[in-house]
């Protein structure tokens, strides 16, 4: 990755050294959260952190974990562990290797801190429901679930009050188990944090439209922890605005992601976390910058849907129409205007065995892309974690194509 | 009760064909679906049959091109089914949310085929709340308005009602059906139930009911002399059964499948719909009570409590786990299910089916193994 170029290269991020301190210590707060009588909560990564942050409950994300345990490259062990307890490899391989995790306290971390509860918001996928039903038997805690409707095309008026019936239940809930009340000011104040935080990331992402990219598809899936993790707090606001200006700096100095950037692609899915730094190299070899994604959007995509006076409530409504949650003629959508807005020459999909959701529809959205807009897709099927669904000699050969033809 | 059970028989085998022929008898329409929790009550009653997708019993060949290998059978043979045209007798789709390889394949489904209409039923996945149970119903009743337009019907509360009651009276029918077979096991031929359970998802079901109705009458008075060798008690668990042969096998085998815990079984058959309240309201109240599928959440151990309360009451010798390959729902309930079991000292075994069956002998050998075993 990026944050690895020496010091000395002016390419690289500076700011991923505060973000580093700031998840360093953030684990260490989790991980002690007992000792200092706080109250750990699992939440899903799409999920409203948000009323969390305002009670004061530290928000742990299995989700960051697993992507940690994939750059980590420890998947493959944890995912035949999860196997051995019965769990099929066809499985997301996330749930699979913190599940595994949680038994062994194995891992990068020495596993996650123990749940005081969990909420589970199934707006990036079905798998979440089973995962967290897991955990819940596993560590003996309440579950909350967050139904967020599939929008297929429209979001209906039936879906949007019951996703508002359990905003309120979600925090009748969280009252019951932090026993004591809600604060609205509190939740206003961290509304208002979240949508800014949320403005800023997009800032940075959009910093990317420049050319040469001052920032690549792979460093924001690096700095893109904090926006999941803690919104909503006034330390991710002032880091993003840190990022945000460094951004503006690299481009007055013309300073690129990829020396000699003559392509821009825009990556599809999640990332493929053991890879990321020879994908990313890979691709730089044939003078191709990944500019931007589709997943680390999913933070800010629906920003336009928050009402700032209303945030709870329109929160819940946005949070059901991320990029994952909504239909494949929705989603060609965003991928059209991303494509316009990076300018992008290409589209690389991950077709990843473990996210369904994510995955199937990629062949149709492809020959969309391809129909509507003229530019080639590069499909590439691997796995966001477990690094035996990845094969580097034929992965490498379909890149090598793929810019050939781009270059052609 | 013969000619009965090979009526079933043949339209398991080849329901295409039934309906083809059914919709030319009839003069209905046909309008098809996925999964146990698509309405087909109002389907229905909106005076069409509705029809269960169920894969395909041909090569994938067309639904390569949209979908992924690490997709499930059901759906790709669903949409290779839709893609080849054999499908061609449906007037539209009614899709349920029920997982994510679902929900894609629906997007996919209406951009590439050309059926009159497509209704997305995006059920709730929580079952167990007021707000699940009301959206619910807004759902259904968003179910019903748009098989009007699509149908040019109106459906009225008389309708539904009536459809209920065919719908109560298959039900009952069948859950009898499954007390027959586990009393007197042998009764019926290995796979009569699963080719009766298709056949109810498949034909028009005022005659089903007729049928099915007629068939507990007869088998009610039929004794059947299996004093000779009772095989062991099996209980299937699982999504669909598209291998009716496995039945067989393991009659073969030693074993007597004598209840089932199946999307196209069991869970079809469970629960009747009130007939004292409001129709639509009484329809969501049989599906936040019947027997919960894995993509649905009633509560963090009831497919458990569920699974061993009938194997218990069912003297179950042992458990076969049925399950699709690349069914996430289902993969990610095995372990604790067997666990499970365990803890109540009922063995079990896992099988994993693709689109095509393991070879015989080896099934065989897998079978017996395990029912020796018991």
């Not at chain 1, 995790?101 to 509860?117: H, Q, R, S, V």
């Not at chain 1, 994604?293 to 995509?301: I, L, N, P, R, V």
Request: proline share 4%.
């Amino acid at each position: 990755m990026t944050d690895e170029k020496k010091a000395s290269d002016p390419r690289k991020i500076k700011s991923v050294r505060r973000m580093k301190e700031i998840m360093t210590n953030y684990y260490i707060g989790a991980k002690t959260a007992r000792e200092n009588g706080k109250k750990v909560a699992w939440i899903t990564s799409g999920g409203p952190v948000e009323p969390l942050i305002a009670m004061d409950v530290i928000p742990v994300y299995p989700e960051n974990h697993g992507a940690m345990i994939g750059a980590t490259k420890m998947g493959v062990d944890l995912c035949e562990k999860a196997e051995e307890m019965g769990y099929s490899r066809d499985l997301c391989s996330y749930a699979r290797a913190d599940i595994a995790c949680a038994t062994i306290n194995g891992g990068p971390i020495g596993g996650l801190p123990e749940p005081d509860f969990l909420v589970c918001c199934n707006n990036i996928c079905g798998t979440v429901l089973k995962w967290y039903e897991v955990v819940a038997r596993y560590y003996n805690v309440p579950l909350f679930i967050l139904d967020t409707p599939f929008v297929h095309g429209k979001f209906t008026d039936a879906a949007k009050k019951y996703v508002i019936q359990q905003i309120n239940e979600y925090i009748e809930f969280l009252e019951n188990v932090c026993g004591k009340k809600a604060d609205p000011d509190r939740m206003d104040e961290v509304g208002r944090l979240s949508v800014e935080a949320q403005r800023l990331w997009q800032k940075v992402l959009d910093a990317a439209a420049h050319k040469p990219a001052p920032i690549s598809a792979f460093d924001a899936f690096f700095h893109l922890a904090l926006i999941v993790t803690l919104r909503g707090t006034q330390e991710t606001v002032d880091y993003y605005k840190g990022l945000s200006t460094e951004m503006e700096e690299r481009i007055a100095n013309n300073i690129a992601m990829v020396k000699n950037e003559k392509y821009r692609l825009l990556w599809d899915n999640l990332p493929v976390w053991y890879r990321t730094r020879w994908l990313s190299e890979k691709f730089a070899s044939h003078d191709a910058c990944l500019v931007a994604d589709t997943y680390t959007s999913a933070w800010s995509g629906v920003l336009h849907l928050i009402d700032e006076d209303n945030f709870l409530e329109s929160m819940a409504v946005a949070y059901s129409s991320v990029y994952i949650n909504i239909s494949l003629d929705m989603m060609i959508d965003t991928l059209k205007k991303m494509i316009k807005k990076y300018d992008a020459d290409g589209l690389v999909m991950h077709s990843n065995r473990s996210c369904k959701p994510y995955s199937l529809g990629q062949y149709d959205l492809s020959r969309m892309v391809a129909k509507q807009i003229g530019i080639p897709t590069l499909i590439i099927e691997a796995d966001m974690v477990d690094e035996r669904s990845f094969s580097e000699s034929q992965i490498e050969t379909r890149i090598d194509a793929f810019m050939e033809t781009l270059k052609a | 009760m013969k000619s009965i059970l090979s009526l079933f028989q043949s339209i398991a085998a080849n329901p295409n064909a039934h309906i083809r022929e059914a919709k030319k008898k009839t003069g209905k329409k046909v309008v098809g679906y996925f999964c146990s929790y698509a309405p087909d009550e109002l389907i229905h009653a909106a005076g069409a049959i509705p029809y269960r997708i169920f894969g395909t019993k041909d090569d994938i060949r067309l639904a390569d091109s949209h979908l992924q290998s690490y997709c499930c059978a059901l759906v790709r043979g669903g949409l290779e089914e839709a893609l080849a045209g054999r499908l061609d007798f449906m007037e539209g789709t009614l899709f349920p949310h029920t997982c994510d390889s679902i929900q894609r394949l629906s997007d996919i489904w209406r951009l590439n085929t050309d059926f009159k209409f497509h209704i997305d039923a995006v059920m709730p996945v929580k079952l167990n709340t007021k707000s699940a149970r009301d959206y619910m119903i807004d759902v259904l009743s968003d179910v019903k308005i748009r098989l009007e337009s699509g149908l040019g019907v109106t459906i009225g509360k008389k309708e539904i009602v009536n459809s209920i009651k065919d719908f109560n009276r298959i039900r009952t029918a069948l859950r009898t059906l499954y007390e027959i077979r586990s009393t007197t096991p042998g009764i019926f031929p290995p796979s009569a139930i699963h080719d009766i359970m298709v056949s109810g998802m498949v034909m028009d079901r005022g005659e089903f009911a007729d049928r099915v109705e007629a068939l507990v009458e007869k088998a009610s008075a039929t004794a059947v002399d299996n004093a000779g060798k009772p095989g062991k008690r099996i209980m299937i668990s699982g999504g669909i059964c598209s291998h009716p042969d496995i039945y067989g096998l393991l009659a073969e085998s030693g074993g007597d499948v004598v209840f089932d815990d199946l999307c196209t079984g069991f869970r079809y058959a469970d629960g009747n719909i009130s007939t004292d309240a409001d129709p639509i309201e009484a329809i969501a109240d049989r599906y936040m009570a019947r027997a919960v599928c894995p993509a649905k959440h009633l509560s963090n151990t009831a497919r458990a409590e569920g699974l061993v309360d009938a194997a218990k009451k069912h003297h179950i010798d042992g458990v076969i786990f049925l399950l699709l390959k690349f069914c996430d729902p289902h993969a990610f309930d095995y372990p604790y299910l067997k666990q499970a079991l365990d803890d109540a000292k009922i063995p079990s075994l896992l099988f994993e089916v693709e689109d095509r069956m393991p070879p015989e002998g080896q099934l065989r050998t897998r079978f017996e193994t395990f029912t020796d075993m018991l």
